[in-house]
């Protein structure tokens, strides 16, 4: 199976900060990645597919990054709505495998 | 737009069986593949399984022996089953449609909002 490892495992924000969010796959999975944004109580929100293809309805200040191995999620300024737990996945191969989340917190 | 609605028994017992089904409206369930996800209580996201729309599947190594996914398209759903469970299978469930590409599927692009299913005696 291939591994999805993200960084960091939380990070305190504030409105308006730009923050960078970080998965690395176990091996070279081209541009199979996709984003999720995860709120208690929930279901996930699909946010990004293709390592950097944003999903339709999805704000501009998400935006993504990287192939290969190592691939990014970046908020350009964080808003309200946007606290919450971020997942990668990978799509490359069954079965299909998640990071372990990154929790943004408000600072 | 296409909505999914899962359903199935809140509580399991031990050693029995886990039924889930997920309703899908607004569209053809046999236009799509289709997948089960999980997240046990304070854990990350763990993919299930899939259903494509020619009928194969495919399960998650971990839960292989024990999961089965079927589709039923005279009623336009898709079901989850999973045998002798344990406390371990206690999380919540969802069904979500998978988004297909030009060179493969991209991910999950429509979600159900989930059923929590617990297992005790």
């Known amino acids: 199976d291939i591994q999805m490892t993200q960084s960091p495992s939380s990070v305190s924000a504030s409105v308006g900060d730009r923050v960078t969010i970080t998965c690395r796959a176990s091996?070279?999975?081209?541009?199979?990645v996709a984003w999720y944004q995860k709120k208690p109580g929930m279901a996930p929100k699909f946010l990004i597919y293709a390592a950097s293809n944003l999903q339709s309805g999805v704000p501009s200040r998400f935006s993504g990054g990287g192939s290969g191995t190592d691939f990014t999620l970046t908020i350009s300024s964080l808003q309200a709505e946007d606290f919450a737990t971020y997942y990668c996945?990978?799509?490359?191969?069954?079965?299909?495998?998640f990071g372990q989340g990154t929790k943004v917190e408000i600072k | 737009q296409v909505q999914l609605q899962e359903s199935g028994p809140g509580l399991v017992k031990p050693s029995e069986t886990l039924s889930l089904t997920c309703a899908v409206s607004g569209g053809s369930i046999s236009s799509y593949s289709w997948s089960w996800i999980r997240q046990p209580p304070e854990k990350g996201l763990e993919w299930i399984g899939y259903i494509s729309n020619s009928g194969s599947t495919n399960y998650s190594p971990s839960l292989k022996s024990r999961t089965t996914i079927s589709v039923d398209t005279s009623r336009n759903q898709f079901s989850l089953r999973v045998t002798s469970v344990t406390a371990a299978d206690t999380a919540v469930y969802y069904c979500?449609?998978?988004?297909?590409?030009?060179?493969?599927?991209?991910?999950?692009?429509?979600w159900g909002q989930g059923t929590t299913v617990t297992v005790s005696s």
């Open positions: 996945q990978q799509a490359n191969s069954f079965p299909w495998t």
């Open positions: 091996q070279g999975i081209s541009s199979w």
């Open positions: 979500a449609r998978m988004l297909l590409g030009r060179q493969g599927y991209y991910g999950l692009d429509v």
